[in-house]
């Protein structure tokens, strides 16, 4: 059982799920989220991730729907909605792997400062940009490929696959980091 089922079936529902009006779901989302957060660990930062989680879900729901559909449509949306959805869950994220609310501050501050930027820090968001750029030219451009509208060779294909797998060598650190969960 994955910990979003769990966190479904015997938390959201059991609170009531979404029956009693967009206010109650809204509600139980948040607090799903939060204990979610809890979970994690004794911390704020967890808490905190908890309820910024939430707070997304929570967004989303009102959103969906008082926004009509035909706004949500079309490959400019889609992508932005995309952009703005990864922006957040690495936020939270970021968040979640600090060892305190005041280390967050702190990265926070370091991200804003462009004025300390080293060489690599550029590289990484030219990477950063391209990674988007090609996300967003597949996403635009993979229905045109399926219908035969568009055509890339196999040549062409194996080159941007390869420079995407130089890149994320290039990049992969040398010691990387346990995985997450082995601390709980």
């Known amino acids: ?78 992508a932005g909605a995309w952009l703005l959805t990864s922006s957040w869950v690495l936020l939270c994220f970021a968040l979640f792997r600090c060892q305190s609310v005041g280390d967050f501050v702190l990265l926070l501050e370091k991200l804003g400062d462009w004025s300390t930027k080293a060489t690599t820090s550029a590289w990484l968001w030219l990477v950063f940009g391209l990674a988007l750029l090609v996300h967003v030219l597949v996403y635009v451009y993979k229905p045109r490929i399926k219908a035969g509208v568009v055509r890339i060779s196999d040549v062409g294909y194996g080159i941007a696959l390869g420079a995407a797998a130089a890149t994320s060598l290039y990049f992969t650190p040398l010691n990387p980091a346990p995985f997450i969960y082995f601390q709980f």
């Open 1 to 78: 059982m994955s910990l979003s089922a769990w966190l479904r079936d015997y938390l959201y529902i059991p609170l009531g799920g979404s029956r009693g009006g967009k206010l109650f779901a809204m509600r139980n989302l948040m607090l799903t989220m939060l204990l979610g957060g809890l979970w994690h660990g004794a911390n704020w930062t967890f808490v905190i991730w908890g309820g910024l989680h939430g707070l997304a879900l929570a967004v989303h729901r009102l959103w969906a729907e008082s926004v009509p559909y035909t706004l949500l449509t079309g490959p400019i949306r889609r």
